[in-house]
């Protein structure tokens, strides 16, 4: 295999690869602002120039230096070479192009919300000047609403580019482009156009400085105090990879985390700002002191039990009230709630997909609870049971099923609905960003998300609940809900892959846990 040697480190490469994708791939940092590795490389902020020297065929191969420095972005990694990003030479250019654009850019740092995670802020403490050296007045640029959700500050803009190129080459919707030349050169709308596709959220990632904003976080959080938990996308059944991002107990806002097998570097509008159900106001999260002895009750005393587990449930929520239920009667009817869709599937043009599926969960639900009903099946047989047993935690209303008078309901549910009247026990449930677990995409990948908040109220996680019912019932100690030992569990009943899933990286942690000294 061939081999690069960068600032002092010989590492290996595959053919086609560029300096920087080598230095990124083995966690050397070379400073850039327009490269990014599903963008098309225009070598434009000139930063991530470098030293680099190669064997010379016609010399017998002895190393000899490039005529001047090279953007590490677009020059290919060839065997042999080293590579030098903070010699004198390298040091020198970084320090004048953080000159050239601080000498435009407003410095305004303490109000702006990219503020902790901005390019430009770091490589300014790295090679940034104490002082201006000159007396140029600065171009300022009037804040601009360019969307549904961003907001264009253009005086910050350092011209990269990445935005543009965003809606040119992943969404194809090209909402972006660059308006005059030189010095006046500016990002802008087309006249009459926002950017409002299903991935707008997107440009506001990329943007390495604080020009493009996220209108619904401005001004809510600084982002040092945010800690990040790893989940996935709760909305559809893409299983979009995301972060969580929230400070003592509440939710600020999500962000997509890299999985090339999945989503690669995005998530949707949809899944980025769909997460506000869990502070719904039509959320119910309080519980009579005695619901579950009650519901326990009502279970042990019943002739035939009718669950309705929903899509929107983890693999190890839907496999506890599986066994809960099936341990009281072993023909109880089980089904699978209703799987919402909204339409076909879209394509962008990377071959990104939005999902017409707005369940993230079905296939897991299945997998977990083995053959069971589908709901317009359920619907049917449940009518003949005295006892029903329904779980919700849809982010919006649903279509609930029709419960006979002389039913007995018990409902596990988040948001308030025409069933939560109806129940006869309701048991306040816990939403996805409060528990752990596993959901199945439609592409049958398992995959594992983490806690992030401690429940809301009385709500619990559904397994949690099924846990304690359990209990009550067989009059014994009831545990706290492990989603790994569920697992474990699963997996000894003969259900495949549940061991196998596997955390994935977070390759994009913007945020700490930084211990905080008071002044």
């Known amino acids: 295999m061939p081999t690069i040697t960068i600032d002092g480190k010989e590492l290996d490469f595959e053919q086609g690869q560029s300096i920087l994708d080598v230095a990124q791939n083995n966690g050397q940092d070379i400073p850039h602002y327009c490269y990014h590795p599903s963008l098309s490389v225009v070598a434009s902020c000139r930063i991530c120039l470098a030293e680099v020297w190669g064997p010379n065929p016609r010399n017998d191969n002895k190393l000899e230096p490039m005529p001047k420095l090279l953007p590490t972005c677009q020059t290919p990694a060839g065997d042999g070479q080293v590579v030098y990003t903070s010699s004198p030479k390298a040091t020198a250019n970084q320090k004048a192009v953080m000159e050239m654009l601080l000498n435009h850019h407003p410095i305004d740092c303490p109000t702006c919300d990219q503020a902790g995670e901005c390019s430009l802020q770091d490589y300014a403490y790295e090679y940034g000047r104490g002082e201006r050296r000159c007396d140029i ?174 899509p929107m449930l983890s693999c190890e929520d839907a496999w506890l009230l599986g066994e809960l239920i099936r341990g009281i009667d072993k023909n109880a009817v089980i089904g699978v709630g209703p799987v919402p869709n909204n339409g076909k599937n879209k394509t962008f043009k990377s071959g990104f997909t939005v999902r017409g599926e707005k369940a993230p969960n079905a296939r897991g639900v299945r997998r977990a609870l083995g053959n069971v009903l589908d709901y317009e099946q359920w ?27 002389e039913q007995t309901l018990i409902l596990i549910d988040t948001i308030q609905n025409k069933l939560t009247e109806r129940a006869d026990v309701f048991l306040p449930a816990a939403t996805w960003a409060e528990k752990a677990g596993v959901f199945e995409n439609d592409n049958n990948v398992l995959q594992l998300f983490e806690q992030a908040i401690q429940p809301i109220g009385d709500a619990q996680a559904e397994g949690q609940i099924a846990m304690n019912l359990q209990a009550l019932i067989h009059d014994m100690e009831t545990t706290i809900f492990n989603a790994a030992t569920v697992r474990i569990r699963m997996a000894d009943s003969g259900i495949v892959g549940m061991l196998d899933v596997q955390l994935p990286i977070n390759t994009n942690k913007v945020a700490t846990d930084m211990p905080l000294s008071e002044i």
């Not at 990002?187 to 707008?200: R, T």
């Not at 619907?379 to 006979?404: A, C, F, H, M």
């Open 137 to 310: 007045d600065k171009i300022t640029q009037s804040k601009k609403d360019i969307g549904d959700n961003v907001m264009l500050y253009g005086d910050r803009c350092i011209m990269c580019t990445r935005c543009v190129r965003f809606t040119e080459e992943i969404t194809g919707t090209a909402e972006l482009y660059i308006d005059g030349r030189g010095a006046h050169e500016a990002i802008d709308v087309f006249p009459g156009h926002g950017i409002n596709n299903e991935l707008s959220g997107n440009v506001i990632d990329i943007c390495p400085v604080g020009a493009l904003l996220d209108k619904d976080f401005m001004f809510k959080q600084r982002v040092w105090f945010l800690k990040t938990t790893p989940s996935i996308d709760p909305i559809t059944s893409s299983g979009d990879n995301i972060n969580i991002e929230h400070n003592e107990n509440q939710i600020y806002r999500l962000k997509p985390r890299t999985n090339m097998e999945v989503n690669q570097y995005w998530i949707t509008d949809e899944v980025r700002y769909g997460w506000k159900f869990v502070y719904d106001e039509f959320r119910v999260v309080d519980m009579n002191e005695d619901a579950e002895t009650m519901a326990a009750d009502k279970m042990q005393h019943a002739t035939q039990i009718a669950l309705l587990v929903s």
């Open 379 to 405: 619907k049917l047989q449940s009518r003949n049971t005295d006892t029903v047993v329904i779980t919700g935690n849809y982010p919006e209303s649903w279509d609930t099923p029709d419960i006979g008078d």
